[in-house]
């Protein structure tokens, strides 16, 4: 149980520098995220990104939101591993 918290602690701690180094690369260009719940971060990110057009801030920085342009700007909810997918119907043998 320790070593899970201890890793969970370690993983915390590097999402949230990560998350810093993020809105500290935006500042330098007057981009400013403000205070954001943690879920809408990386959709908040690549929004800027967008708006500001800026081809060379976008590559440094997308690999780092974990996402790249499927997020979900369009609302739609990110699939993975943590979410079941609807179960495909069973077809009958013939």
Request: include cysteine; charge should be positive.
């Given at each position: 149980m320790r070593t899970t918290l201890?890793?969970?602690m370690q993983l915390v701690a590097s999402r949230l520098q990560i998350e810093g180094t993020i809105r500290g690369l935006l500042k330098v260009y007057g981009l400013k995220i403000g205070a954001i719940h943690r879920n809408r971060f990386a959709a908040r990110v690549l929004e800027l990104l967008e708006m500001a057009a800026l081809p060379d801030l976008s590559a440094a920085i997308e690999p780092y939101c974990g996402c790249g342009k499927?997020?979900?700007?369009?609302?739609?909810?990110?699939?993975?591993?943590?979410?079941?997918r609807p179960a495909a119907p069973m077809l009958a043998a013939a």
């Open positions: 201890t890793a969970r499927q997020c979900a700007l369009n609302g739609k909810q990110r699939t993975g591993p943590w979410r079941r």
